[in-house]
Structure formats: C-alpha cells, structure tokens
C-alpha cells in the first residue's frame, strides 16, 4: 500500500504513480517509450508519436515563414 495515496495501485495523480508504457514514437530519430501519462498523436495509419514536431518530421512536413513563388 502507497504510504502517499493510501491504494494498492497509485493514481496517475500520486508522486508515486509509475506509468506504463503504451508504445514507442514512430520517428525512428526519436524513438521515445510513450506511456499512459503522455500525450499520444496518431495518424491514419496507427502509428503513434510523442509530439507534433515527430509527427511533422515522420510526415515530411516542415514549416516556413519563406513565401516564394515558385512560378517566377
């Protein structure tokens, strides 16, 4: 029993609450073990990220604040 909560199994909420792992962020340069107490992006295809930047990145997409024309 957690001498802090008083339960057998700790809240989420608990200092000592030890999450469990869920999956591991598809961006292969990240790799992050993802658990119940993370934020969890999926895409379409079920794949799992630990952040919108991985998602980006896996995705190929990329932000810019240059606005050139690409037909000059």
């Known amino acids: 029993m957690c001498k802090i909560c008083h339960m057998s199994k700790c809240p989420v909420g608990c200092p000592n ?3 469990k792992p869920r999956g591991q962020c ?3 340069v990240c790799n992050t073990i993802i658990t119940d107490d993370y934020p969890c992006i999926t895409d379409n295809e079920n794949n799992h990220f630990c952040s919108h930047d991985c ?3 896996y995705h190929g997409y990329s932000e810019t ?3 050139e024309d690409k037909d000059e």
Do not use: L, R, S
């Open 17 to 19: 609450y030890i999450p």
């Open 26 to 28: 598809k961006n292969k």
């Open 65 to 67: 604040d240059n606005w």
């Open 55 to 57: 998602f980006d990145t």
